[in-house]
């Protein structure tokens, strides 16, 4: 019998699970195309950003997939034909399907305020976190020049979870270099009146406790104006900096607008009970209008429960309907703290901490058997810089 071709789009969080789940079902010949060789494990990055190493927020495709019927295609999807079934790529590769998963992940959005695409820095992949680490040693070390201000805009998870971990990032720099006698300052700007907006207010308040006792500067329901080389534009006020992150904002991916898909809330597609947008065409993840859409655990979720009801359809059962799985929210702020929201429950400090160490562990198992998820979790613990004088300090 002929196999069911499993098309799945995206190496992220959500198309390796589904791709995994189906990798050892004879029933099924699965591709999966993807813009990189290696998954982005976004929840790491920030700590890649403050000396961490590349390898603990990276994941090889390869790897993941060793020894699996997976075939694993890299390439950039830019167009569906829905009544052929195949998926066409910018250098003009096409492929086809019976069923299409897709799980493209986000973009980076800058409202379109001047200035910020062009000056600001931001940590969504390795490339730009080397960018930054680069950035912040060539001030530091060779120019011997610290900012006036280190600013991060977004009151978010990751612009806490950052502010958190840059004051220590850029001690140990300045202590590594031998520079004498300078205090480093870091702003936090939120738009919004309070940090973590989406989060209950007992959560933002123990976090910006948290942070004044970090010594970062919040500027909460301020505005970004506008950036230049020099100065960030805040509520009609200048901060002169040179480092400017930005991780306030993100869209869903162009893919859907361009491929006539139907857009819902903050452009996500929108998916009937199994998650189904067209005729067998998925949607999964960041991607797909659902409760808890923009989390790493709801996209293993959704590639999970699509995998599964591929499943139970090729053994002649019918399709499941899908049910939102309310995420543990972990909120890493600085060394040995986090929130934690577990239903109704929160708690913060070490014991947060120690659970979001469990959730990087767990959440690597979720990708790769336990010897390997170990390995790739040890990798937290030995830190990574291209300066050789951070290189030999720290290692
Ligand atoms: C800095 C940061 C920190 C985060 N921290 C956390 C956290 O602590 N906990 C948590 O639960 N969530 C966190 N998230 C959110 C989480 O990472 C996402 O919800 C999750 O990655 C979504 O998974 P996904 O599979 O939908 O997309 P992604 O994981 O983004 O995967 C998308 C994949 O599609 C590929 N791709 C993109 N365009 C194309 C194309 N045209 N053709 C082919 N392939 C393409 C990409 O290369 C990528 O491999 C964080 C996000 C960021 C940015």
Not at 19 to 33: G, K, N, P, Q, W
Not at 195 to 210: C, D, E, T, Y
Not at 253 to 261: C, G, I, L, Q, R
Not at 356 to 373: M, N
Request: aromatic share 8%.
């Amino acid at each position: 019998m002929a196999k069911e071709k499993v098309l799945v789009l995206g190496g992220g969080f959500g198309g390796v699970k589904a791709a995994l789940e189906l990798a050892d079902d004879s029933r099924f010949a699965v591709t999966l195309l993807s813009e990189d060789t290696d998954l982005r494990y976004y929840p790491t990055l920030y700590h890649t950003a403050t000396g961490g190493r590349l390898a603990n927020s990276s994941l090889p495709l390869s790897r993941i997939f060793e020894g699996k019927a997976v075939k694993i295609v890299q390439g950039s999807a830019e167009t569906v034909d829905r009544k052929a079934k195949t998926v066409a790529t910018k250098d003009g590769q096409t492929y086809d399907y019976d069923s299409l998963i897709i799980g493209l992940g986000v973009v980076t959005n800058y409202f379109g305020i001047p200035g910020l695409a062009e000056y600001s820095y931001s940590i969504k992949s390795q490339s730009e976190v080397q960018r930054l680490k680069k950035h912040l040693h060539q001030q530091l070390a060779d120019e011997r020049q610290p900012d006036l201000h280190y600013v991060i805009i977004g009151g978010g998870p990751t612009g806490i979870e950052l502010a958190g971990a840059l004051p220590g990032y850029l001690k140990q720099i300045i202590r590594n270099h031998g520079i004498k006698d300078r205090k480093v300052h870091i702003d936090l700007i939120e738009a919004l009146p309070r940090l973590l907006p989406l989060l209950p207010k007992k959560v933002s308040k123990a976090v910006r406790r948290r942070m004044a006792k970090l010594g970062i500067r919040l500027y909460l329901g301020k505005a970004v104006e506008g950036q230049s080389a020099d100065e960030l534009t805040v509520s009609g006020k200048p901060i002169r900096s040179h480092t400017v992150i930005w991780t306030a904002g993100v869209t869903n991916h162009p893919f859907f607008k361009e491929n006539n898909f139907a857009l819902m809330a903050r452009g996500k597609a929108g998916v009937d009970t199994y998650l189904r947008a067209d005729e067998n065409i998925f949607v999964i993840g960041d991607n797909a209008n659902t409760p808890f859409s923009g989390l790493a655990q709801t996209a293993l979720h959704d590639g999970e429960f699509v995998a599964q009801n591929l499943r139970r359809r090729a053994g002649g059962k019918g399709f499941r309907s899908y049910v939102a799985k309310q995420p543990v929210t972990v909120i890493p702020a600085g060394p040995r703290w986090a929130s934690v929201i577990w239903g109704r429950l929160n708690f913060n400090g070490r014991t947060g901490w120690l659970l979001r160490e469990a959730a990087d562990l767990t959440g690597f198992h979720d990708l790769e058997p336990w010897p390997k998820a170990a390995r790739q979790f040890m990798t937290e613990f030995s830190p990574e810089d291209d300066c050789p004088t951070c290189a030999t300090a720290t290692n």
